[in-house]
């Protein structure tokens, strides 16, 4: 096997794994973890369909930015546990898996079928011309700098958001 190969599947062993294991699990931590690992090994896997451009805005979006907000979420709130109260566990009350097993399978049923109906024949690297090439380029670029002070001022907003909800206490 090539070392693209093997990357490959370990990169879809961490993703799969972590997709499942953030569908089994009942503590929401655990949950938002695994949902960080599933993020990175789609990023990974971007990277190695040389999609540089959709791997980085994956990575900027998602686990810079949507993980952020449901991990701070998580420690804002101030839901006890139902049988110590000294600690917070945050665990669901749902204790069915039967609902997000069955939407598991027929998501990755549906994938499957359309993936193996799909004609991949006639695709073709983009060239230099290209648009995409062009976005790339602006956002790594011209556009880095509001980027990177959206990011700030989003860091800024948590800090407030943190030290506002802990005043209360």
Known sequence: MTPIVCAFLALVCITCGSALLMLWTKNILHAALAMFMTMLGLAGLYVLAYADIMAVSHLMIYVGGVLILILFGIMLTNQKARGDKDQNNLVTEESSRLWPVCIGLATFVGLVLILMRGNFG????????????????????????????????????????????????
């Open 122 to 169: 006639g695709m073709e690297i983009a060239d230099s011309n290209s648009k995409l090439s062009f976005v790339g380029i602006s956002l790594l670029t011209d556009y880095a700098m509001p980027f990177e002070l959206v990011g700030i001022y989003l860091l800024i907003a948590l800090i407030g958001a943190t030290y506002i909800a802990k005043q209360d206490e």
